[in-house]
């Protein structure tokens, strides 16, 4: 059964969206927990099962291949995002589980290539209702100086000629969440964790290489120095800003929300 | 002139546009800067550039449509202040979001826009403009987004928005092997000069102090961000409470008006009003035969003969959006609004105006929203995804045109019952008051 349509709660897309904007110069990617449904309202008048994908949140994963063209998942990050997903389910009480990955096209068309085709087929070998998503950012017309975001959902299908895939459609709809769940906001915190661990391992691996003169690792603790400073000027900076914002913004609601509350109750009272 | 703004900000406003149901318009807040870029020329006389940059650091989202002027376009400054408080000074631009339209400023935002450069005193105002399209299918959507700075001469209105970013994290700058070098001296005077840059554990110390700053950094994230938690908690907790109010407002009036009628009609036998004899339009009628059969108590749209009321529809909204949970049935048979942006009246042919809006003149005054307005069909949205501009004039299928509005607008629940909760409902039959009203584009 082919999957009908995705959810995607508006938290996780606002994660997904900070995750794809951190960077232009190489593809991100993540996965997506959430639960399938099947809505069998539609069978009452002879219609298959409606399969729809409920993403509630999203984990960063780190690039284990750096190559500007591939994002693959290892077993190593798909094991720590099942756990992840468990913990996920612990706290909403509702059974969740990967359902799909999301990676992004810096300055490329949304549209999945061949490879992210390919990739999509072998997941939908583990898991039928395995979902992709692509956010394609960057992208500007330089003509009318309009920039553009765009996001797209995909399974992949046996082509009919041959072996080859090729991409099947899949409506996604973003669901309101006026609220950001907790798990959103763990996973949007761990961006740069993520970064410096990365940072931190590549460093490890050439400082470990003993035919290095003082210079050299001069330069290359330079380059780590440099390399972590970017990250916390373009990403942790932001941010917290960013929070601090979000925290000014809800103090302020609240306080209004209970303002409206008394007036509701009075005049509750008064009918 | 040059803009910038950082992702996070960026994100938030998206995810606050996909929140709300109806157009999405707030304040950008943040500096303009000054760059002063030096430029030397072959006739070695040195020129240097004034560049204005504008930064915008947050925004400060407005709850609702028409929160700060009226159906005129008339801005009410008190208004202004109560919304903006003591960030009124940091205003350097305001922002707005809308489903399927042009990416031209409307003429009700270019007065507002004139108004508020006035009464902000910010004589350079910048108007950011979402634009929100989706395939027919709704598998692929596309947020376009221009700044324009209408205070000035009309040819150079639009500025590029950038959004600074990590850039070019590639960790190929590690070198991993030395220039060969066979200088005994070179050797000797790095090792004694360069070990200054180490500790004892052969650590350079920088290393140690940048990650210290990023510890402290990165604690610093995690302990905001457990507080941001606790507020949103504490938010929806007191949303709940005040939408359970309103629930129960509802649902007392409906009582007394019920009570009311029935008072009437047995004081009154002949003048009694049956559903057939009703001459009503047909959203009233509906209501009118809800208020004779509803129970006291909401409950959820079961497969009955009689559909719910609007405001029980609203609140099942609120409560939850999960697809299953909702029975549609008793929806679909609602009156089919009309579609979100298409003209009240049967259009004429489309113009197929593309979403280069730029160089087109602005649309004929008497129909400025033509519902789509962009070549919503999947072949242009593969052509913008591509980077390239689509300047033919298409023909839009308009019947699919009006659908895409409906969906897109909502894209939250299936179809049918989205289409018919949240689409072009005039304000006056909203209970609750809520004051998103269609077409709230001019």
């Not at chain 1, 400082?207 to 000027?233: A, Y």
């Not at chain 2, 002949?270 to 959203?283: C, K, S, V």
Request: hydrophobic share 35%; glycine share 6%.
């Amino acid at each position: 059964m082919a999957v009908s349509a995705v959810h995607l709660e508006s938290d996780a897309f606002l994660v997904c969206m900070n995750h794809a904007l951190s960077t232009e110069k190489e593809e991100v990617m993540g996965l997506c927990i959430g639960e399938v449904t099947t809505d069998s309202f539609f069978a009452c008048f002879g219609v298959d099962t409606n399969r729809i994908v409920h993403i509630h949140s999203v984990i960063i994963l780190r690039r284990s291949d750096k190559r500007k063209d591939r994002v693959e998942i290892s077993p190593e990050q798909l094991s720590s995002a099942a756990t992840e997903s468990y913990r996920l389910a612990e706290m909403t009480g509702r059974p969740m589980r990967v359902v799909g990955w999301y990676h992004s096209h810096p300055h490329i068309t949304v549209w999945p290539s061949h490879v992210d085709v390919r990739t999509q087929a072998m997941y939908q070998m583990m898991d039928q209702g395995f979902v992709g998503l692509i956010f394609s950012c960057f992208i500007e017309d330089k003509n009318t100086k309009t920039g553009r975001v765009l996001y797209t959902c995909f399974q992949s299908v046996q082509a009919q000629k041959g072996s080859e895939y090729e991409r099947i459609e899949i409506p996604i709809h973003v669901i309101p969440h006026e609220a950001i769940g907790k798990v959103c906001l763990e996973s949007a915190v761990e961006l740069p964790r993520i970064l410096c661990q990365e940072e931190q391992d590549t460093y490890r691996k050439i400082h470990s290489l003993t035919q290095l003169d003082p210079i050299t690792k001069i330069h290359n603790g330079s380059v780590f120095t440099k390399n972590l400073c970017s990250q916390m000027s373009a990403v942790s900076g932001p941010l917290l800003q960013w929070l601090e914002d979000r925290l000014e913004q809800n103090k302020q609601n609240i306080i209004e929300l209970q303002l409206e509350k008394e007036r509701l109750t009075q005049e509750l009272a008064t009918m | 002139m040059a803009a910038s703004i950082s992702g996070y900000t960026f994100s938030s406003v998206c995810y606050h546009s996909a929140n709300s149901n109806s157009d999405h318009e707030g304040f950008l807040l943040g500096e303009v800067r000054h760059e002063e870029t030096v430029s030397i020329s072959d006739t070695q006389i040195s020129s240097s550039e004034l560049l204005q940059v504008v930064e915008v650091h947050n925004h400060e989202p407005c709850a609702q449509l028409f929160s700060f002027y009226d159906y005129a376009g008339q801005v009410n400054e008190e208004s202004l202040n109560r919304i903006l408080k003591d960030r009124r000074k940091n205003v350097i631009g305001w922002y707005r979001f809308r489903r399927n339209t042009q990416q031209q400023m409307s003429f009700r935002e270019q007065i507002i826009h004139k108004q508020l450069t006035q009464l902000l005193g910010v004589p350079d105002l910048v108007f950011l403009l979402f634009s929100f399209i989706s395939t027919a299918n709704n598998s692929t959507h596309a947020l376009e987004y221009v700044l324009f700075r209408p205070n000035r001469s009309r040819y150079n209105q639009r500025v590029t928005l950038s959004i600074p970013n990590l850039g070019n994290t590639s960790q190929q700058e590690y070198k991993v092997s030395s220039v060969p070098n066979t200088s005994l001296n070179y050797a000797k005077v790095i090792k004694e000069h360069g070990a200054e840059f180490f500790d004892k554990d052969g650590v350079m110390k920088d290393i140690r102090t940048i990650f210290q700053v990023y510890g402290a950094l990165q604690d610093k994230v995690q302990s905001v961000c457990g507080e941001v938690e606790q507020s949103e908690r504490v938010k929806e907790k007191v949303q709940e409470e005040v939408n359970k109010l309103k629930q129960q407002i509802v649902l007392r009036k409906r009582k007394t008006t019920d009570e009311e009628r029935r008072l009437q009609e047995a004081q009154n036998p002949e003048l009694r009003l049956t559903p057939e004899e009703n001459t009503e339009p047909p959203e009233t009628a509906l209501l009118s035969r809800v208020a004779f059969h509803t129970p006291s108590t909401p409950e959820r749209p079961g497969p009955s003969a009689n559909p719910p009321a609007y405001s029980d529809l609203l609140s099942l909204q609120n409560d939850s959006l999960l697809p299953f949970s909702s029975s549609p049935t008793s929806a679909a048979l609602l009156p089919r609004p009309q579609a979100v942006g298409s003209p009240g009246h049967p259009s004429p042919s489309p113009l197929g105006l593309g979403l280069s809006a730029g160089p087109n003149p602005a649309p004929s005054p008497g129909t400025p929203y033509l519902g789509n307005g962009d070549g919503s069909s999947s072949d242009s949205l593969d052509r913008q995804a591509a980077g390239q501009e689509d300047d033919d004039e298409e023909e839009d299928d308009e019947d699919s045109s009006e659908y895409e509005n409906l969906v897109s607008e909502v894209g939250q629940l299936p179809p049918v019952s989205a289409i018919v909760l949240l689409q072009g409902r005039p304000a006056a039959l909203s209970p609750d008051g809520d004051a998103s009203v269609r077409g709230s584009q001019t």
